[in-house]
């Protein structure tokens, strides 16, 4: 096994017929974009703005709503991203009952109320490596990962369990059964918390791109603006995230801020100027200058055929698993 395993769209292998019934998996399809005046006598510095979007990453996410750092391991010799503060994750009120690991079912594990309460917003981090063949000087895609190897964020979670362990066995000492079986059950909430906490939030793939409007598809034939635009086909990658059992919120609701800010931040920190833009479709939603659309749909298949997915595809390299 390598440093890191791929987390696709599709398909999902994620938890048993049974908790796919309970929990049917929901596909998100999201586009955010902003328009900028054209480059004019300054195309070159446009072109290299687009070429660079991998590498200059870390300075248009804003950590008010994500940081997000260059990995230091690679995912099949490509470059990484670590992400930090998306997920606003509570490791251990994951429900275990519906995909633990485990050889034998366990209908819960009963971790201290302030240990079960305990957010890791500023802990819990999201890799993605960049899509093999996906890098152009228009930008690039980028593919969810799994990591397979513990980072600090895991030592704080064994940190954390180990504290409730000290606590629980505070009062039951003089009780050799009760101590051992609440370091078995803390033990496994430890393995299964940090299990959850090494994976990306979200399976599929995000693409960033800046490019000519005429040349992104919606916009006439010579127009000179050039647009940004991120866009991603996704779903949550493991059922205790789709359960909403870590008051994440929708799907829709994590990534808007996030992307409406980096958009944001991208014409900031190039000194490009936003102009107003007409939304492609009727369906879209304005945020002052940028537009952005959210969907949801029942299969991957439906996601992929509707209009947007047949765009993306179009437009967005390598966004297809």
Known sequence: MGNFTALPVFPDTTGTTATRAMFPTVYHLNRFRICVEPPGAQLQRYR???ADLAHDMPKYMNAHTAAVQAGTIKWNGQETL????????????????????????????????KLRDWAIPDIHTDWVGIQPGSKTGTGFTAQTLKRNFDDSSDLLIKAAALAALIDAEASSWW???????EYALEEIASRY????NQHH????RRSFRFLPAAELGGYPK???????????????????????????????DIVRPVWLEMIQQFCKRNNLTPIDDTAPHSHWSRSDKAT?????????????????????AKHHLKIHP
Do not use: C, H
Request: glycine residues 6%; neutral net charge.
């Open 222 to 252: 010579g127009d000179e603006r050039w647009v940004f635009e991120t866009a991603a086909m996704e779903r949550f990658s493991l059922l205790p995230y789709a359960a909403s059992q870590l008051a994440m919120g929708k799907a829709e």
């Open 201 to 204: 939030f979200l399976a599929g």
């Open 175 to 181: 009780n050799p059964v009760a101590m051992a079986t």
């Open 82 to 113: 670590r992400f930090r503060g998306v997920a606003k994750l509570k490791p251990f009120s994951i429900p275990i009952w519906l995909v633990a690991p485990m050889l034998f079912p366990l209908p819960d594990v009963p971790v201290p109320e």
């Open 48 to 50: 290299a703005i687009a």
């Open 292 to 312: 952005y659309i959210q969907q949801r749909f029942p299969s991957y298949t439906a996601m992929v055929n509707s209009g947007e997915g047949q765009s993306l």
């Open 193 to 196: 918390a940090i299990w959850v």
